[in-house]
C-alpha cells in the first residue's frame, strides 16, 4: 500500500486527562487504548499504527507528564520522556485553556526533546471561538511550534490535517510493521487494559488508582469459544470489598462490560472470569511490575 517511502514514530503527549488515547484510537480507526475520565488510564506506551499510500506513522500514546509518588509512576514518566526522545515528531495536547505550571512543566520536557512539535488544542467543541483565540495565542508565543490546531479528538475536528503535516514531516524510510497492523500489543495485553478501563469507569476515589489487571489464562476452548482467567489487583482488603461489590454485583458489571469489548475485539464468544486479589504496595514492587510488563497491565 505504501508508496512515499515515509515512515516514522509520533509521541503523543501532556498533562494527565487531556484526551491523549481518545485521540489516538480516532486516528488508527480502533480502540487499542483504555479511555476515562480519569487521569492517567494510561500507564504505558501504547503504539498505534496508520498505514496508507502516503507511508506509515507509529504513534506512542503515552503517560500524562507528572512528577512520580512511587515506582510505577515513575516507570510511567520515563516512558513518556523515552517517547519523547524516540519520536520524529511530538504531538502536544492541551485543553482549551490558558496554561498553567504544569503545562508549562511539560512544555520544559518538550524543548529539551528538540523535536518538531505540533500543538494540538482538544477538546474545542467545548468553548466558543472568542475563548480560544486568545489561548492560541498565549501558547503561539511559549514556542516556535510546526503548527498550531485546535481540534476536537471526539469529534475528529483537524484530524485530516493533523495526519497530513505529520507525513510532511516524516522522515523517508521503509515502513515498520505489516501494513494490516494497527498496534504491537499482544491480545493479552490488549484485554488487560479493557478490563482495567471498566475498573476506573466503575469504581471512584483512590481504587482506580490502586488497581492493576493480569492476565492468569487464555484459552481457545473451541473455534467459537475464548476462556479467558484475570485477576484485578488491588492494594487494600477495603477496596477488594468496592470492587466485588454486594452479592458480587460490581465485579459482574465490570466483567460483562469488558466482555462486551473483547468479544469484538477477539471476534469470538468469551467466558470471562474474574477474581480480586490484594497484593499491599504492589506498585513499588519491582519484581510485580516487572511481571505485569510481560502479562499484560504496564509496559
Known amino acids: 500500500m505504501t508508496t512515499s ?23 488508527v480507526g480502533q480502540k487499542i487504548a483504555g479511555v476515562s475520565p480519569k487521569p492517567q488510564t494510561t500507564r ?8 496508507d499510500e502516503r507511508g506509515q506513522i507509529v504513534f506512542l500514546d503515552t503517560p500524562g507528564i507528572h512528577q512520580p ?3 510505577l509512576s515513575h516507570r510511567m514518566a520515563l516512558h513518556a520522556q523515552s517517547s519523547l526522545e524516540d519520536a520524529d515528531v511530538v504531538l502536544w495536547l492541551v485543553e482549551p485553556a490558558l496554561p498553567n505550571q504544569k503545562n ?14 505540533i500543538l494540538l488544542v482538544n477538546k474545542v467543541d467545548l468553548i466558543n471561538k472568542v475563548e480560544l483565540l486568545p489561548i492560541l495565542e498565549t501558547y503561539q508565543s511559549l ?3 510546526r503548527d498550531i490546531f485546535p481540534v476536537s479528538a471526539l469529534q475528529g475536528i483537524n484530524q485530516k490535517e493533523v495526519i497530513e503535516l505529520l507525513f510532511e514531516l516524516l522522515p523517508q524510510s521503509p515502513p515498520y510493521f505489516p501494513e494490516e ?16 478501563e ?7 476515589q483512590e481504587i482506580p488508582y490502586a488497581s492493576a489487571v493480569t492476565i492468569d489464562e487464555f484459552k481457545d476452548r473451541s473455534d467459537q469459544l475464548v476462556y479467558i482467567h484475570a485477576t484485578v489487583i488491588v492494594e487494600k482488603d477495603s477496596q477488594k470489598k468496592i470492587i466485588i461489590g454486594a452479592g458480587g454485583e460490581m465485579i459482574k458489571r465490570i466483567g460483562s462490560e469488558a466482555r462486551k469489548e473483547i468479544e469484538p475485539f477477539l471476534d469470538r464468544r468469551v467466558f470471562l472470569e ?3 486479589k490484594v497484593y499491599e504496595k504492589w506498585k513499588d514492587d519491582e519484581k510485580f511490575l516487572d511481571q505485569l510488563e510481560h502479562e499484560g497491565g504496564i509496559e
Open 5 to 27: 517511502g515515509k515512515a516514522g514514530f509520533v509521541a503523543i503527549v501532556g498533562v494527565p486527562n487531556v484526551g491523549k488515547s481518545t485521540w489516538l484510537n480516532a486516528a
Open 44 to 51: 504505558q506506551v501504547i503504539r498505534g499504527i496508520l498505514t
Open 69 to 71: 509518588k512511587d515506582k
Open 104 to 117: 508549562k512543566q511539560a512544555l520544559e520536557q518538550i524543548k529539551n526533546a528538540n523535536k518538531p512539535t
Open 143 to 145: 514556542f516556535q511550534f
Open 181 to 196: 497492523q494497527i498496534s504491537d500489543q499482544t491480545e493479552r495485553f490488549v484485554i488487560a487494559e479493557m478490563i482495567r
Open 198 to 204: 471498566k475498573v476506573f469507569r466503575s469504581t471512584k
Open 274 to 276: 474474574l477474581k480480586v
